[in-house]
């Protein structure tokens, strides 16, 4: 199994921030990196897919990049509304896994 | 607008053979994979197998000896079956569509982009 672990586990920031959140694979996943984000009692929602593509509808101020092994998620000017948990995830290989998860509060 | 409506037990005894379903609404349903994944109580993602509409499937290897993914073209829909449940089975349980995209001949990045709600199954005796 590829292991995905996400760095930090929480995350303390304020509105206005730039916050960056990161994900290492156990082994090389090429671009083959999402990322969700998923609020209290809600469903996952696609945010950024290939390591870098915005999915449609997704603002702007969402940004993934990172090959190989490691990848980032940023957000560039922190809103009330993205404090959520996210979530990476590998598809490189067919058994599909996620990280543990970053749970982004407010400060 | 593709939506995903998921359905079954969601209280189950040990050993009980869990059972969900999801209908997939207003769009393609041949051009996808279809996903289960699940969320035990605070904690993170799991996913659980894919089949598409071909009946092809591929499973979590950690759960392939007791999992069942199976596929009714005629209606949209996609089934879960788990046997032999325990209390570590107990989580949400969402169904998802698999979707690709592709920049060059034979690379394609595989994301899921559309959920189902998720159903809430606990394994209690």
């Known amino acids: 199994d590829i292991q995905m672990t996400q760095s930090p586990s929480s995350l303390s920031a304020s509105v206005g921030d730039r916050v960056t959140i990161t994900c290492r694979a156990s082994?090389?996943?090429?671009?083959?990196l999402n990322w969700y984000q998923q609020k209290p009692g809600k469903v996952p929602k696609l945010l950024i897919y290939?390591?870098?593509s915005l999915q449609s509808g997704v603002p702007s101020r969402f940004s993934g990049s990172g090959s190989g092994t490691d990848f980032t998620l940023t957000i560039s000017s922190l809103q009330p509304e993205d404090f959520a948990t996210y979530h990476c995830?590998?598809?490189?290989?067919?058994?599909?896994?996620f990280g543990q998860g970053t749970k982004l509060e407010i400060k | 607008q593709v939506q995903l409506q998921q359905w079954g037990a969601g209280l189950l005894k040990p050993s009980e053979t869990l059972s969900l379903t999801c209908a997939v609404y207003?769009?393609?349903?041949?051009?996808?994979?279809w996903s289960w994944i699940r969320q035990p109580p605070g904690k993170g993602l799991e996913w659980i197998g894919e089949?598409?509409?071909?009946?092809?499937?591929n499973y979590n290897p950690s759960l392939k000896s007791r999992v069942t993914i199976s596929v009714d073209t005629s209606k949209n829909q996609f089934s879960l079956k788990l046997n032999s449940v325990t209390a570590a089975d107990s989580a949400v349980y969402y169904c998802?569509?698999?979707?690709?995209?592709?920049?060059?001949?034979?690379?394609?990045?595989?994301?899921?982009?559309?959920w189902g709600k998720g159903t809430t199954v606990t394994v209690s005796s």
């Open positions: 089949i598409n509409r071909s009946g092809s499937t």
């Open positions: 998802a569509r698999g979707n690709s995209r592709s920049w060059y001949p034979g690379v394609h990045y595989y994301y899921m982009d559309v």
């Open positions: 207003g769009g393609s349903f041949s051009a996808y994979y």
């Open positions: 082994q090389s996943i090429s671009s083959y």
């Open positions: 995830q590998q598809s490189y290989s067919t058994l599909y896994t």
């Open positions: 290939a390591a870098s």
